[in-house]
T-cell receptor, first 112, second 115 residues
Framework: SQQGEEDPQALSIQEGENATMNCSYK?????LQWYRQNSGRGLVHLIL?????REKHSGRLRVTLDTSKKSSSLLITASRAADTASYFC????????????FGQGTELSVKP | DAGVIQSPRHEVTEMGQEVTLRCKPI?????LFWYRQTMMRGLELLIY????????DSGMPEDRFSAKMPNASFSTLKIQPSEPRDSAVYFC?????????????FGPGTRLTVT
């Protein structure tokens, strides 16, 4: 069964705007990660946040994690047309080593 | 490093035929994962290995699917016999957890079409 549920399923914005994607999960986790997938390609890791962290930044990416609500958000600031892709959250279940469970993804379209 | 290598990139086969997908993980990685991606079901974890040993194969859809990892540099996913509903993109990924880093590196995928 899917661990992560993402919201929205699809998001369309203009270049320069910010994009926010949300992820909810069900069980205890070790870490939560965000991945990007361009059409027809493999997934690429973007950022990892551990269960004892609340916020993390990487370039134009900002991830938050609220373990009490079992939710995370990914913010992409000043979006570009090249950010158009599908974004997936993935949760690392507690005590299951390197295993990840992926959500269904958010399809982001950034219009120039 | 060349990254995770998968072959073939595309496979078209007829129902009932055997299909073998191959994966070479990144050197030094201790975990290897096989995923299947479809529009209907999203990205599903089929099976994963740790140090060449299968840890969890609960995602393997049925007995027609089997996976092996004979050594740290090679893994196969076999479907026998194949069915049209097996059509999907199959991804292999690897990771190194030695420094508590859990990010996975994905291969380009194998697009399987079963007619």
């Amino acid at each position: 069964s899917q661990q992560g549920e993402e919201d929205p399923q699809a998001l369309s914005i203009q270049e320069g705007e910010n994009a926010t994607m949300n992820c909810s999960y069900k069980t205890s986790i070790n870490n939560l990660q965000w991945y990007r997938q361009n059409s027809g390609r493999g997934l690429v890791h973007l950022i990892l946040i551990r269960s004892n962290e609340r916020e993390k930044h990487s370039g134009r990416l900002r991830v938050t994690l609220d373990t009490s609500k079992k939710s995370s958000s990914l913010l992409i600031t000043a979006s570009r047309a090249a950010d158009t892709a599908s974004y997936f959250c993935a949760t690392g279940p507690y005590n299951q080593g390197g295993k990840l469970i992926f959500g269904q993804g958010t399809e982001l379209s950034v219009k120039p | 490093d060349a990254g995770v290598i998968q072959s073939p990139r595309h496979e078209v086969t007829e129902m009932g035929q055997e299909v073998t997908l191959r994966c070479k993980p990144i050197s030094g990685h201790d975990y290897l994962f096989w995923y299947r991606q479809t529009m209907m079901r999203g990205l599903e974890l089929l099976i994963y290995f740790n140090n060449n040993v299968p840890i969890d194969d609960s995602g393997m859809p049925e007995d027609r699917f089997s996976a092996k990892m004979p050594n740290a540099s090679f893994s196969t996913l076999k479907i026998q016999p194949s069915e049209p509903r097996d059509s999907a993109v199959y991804f292999c990924a690897s990771s190194f957890t030695g420094v508590a880093s859990y990010e996975q590196y994905f291969g380009p995928g194998t697009r399987l079409t079963v007619t």
